[in-house]
């Protein structure tokens, strides 16, 4: 999850699409798909959430823990502010939902 200054939500939805995403796709093994939502009610904060789709959850767990996302981290603090991003893996949001 995202949370992006409104003034700044053009160059995000641009740099998102444009490079985050292709080299999130390309740099981790066993992802399947990556899917970007604008949260538009319940969620003052952080109002963007991405989920990607892992073959395997070891493939996830894999990814979470790599190098390749600490870089992508970086970029977008670099670019966004830090501490404008929270993760919830599958199993965080599974316990969510079922309470």
Do not use: C
């Amino acid at each position: 999850m995202a949370k992006v200054k409104p003034e700044a939500e053009e160059a995000f939805n641009r740099w998102y699409n444009e490079d985050h995403l292709p080299k999130a796709l390309e740099r981790f093994p066993g992802v399947v798909s990556g899917r970007r939502y604008q949260i538009m009610e319940g969620e003052d904060e952080y109002r963007f959430m991405t989920m990607y789709e892992f073959e395997t959850y070891e493939a996830m767990q894999k990814a979470v823990n790599s190098e390749a996302i600490q870089g992508l981290i970086k970029e977008f603090d670099e670019a966004f502010g830090k501490g404008g991003r929270k993760k919830l893996l599958a199993v965080q949001l599974k316990a969510l939902a079922v309470g």
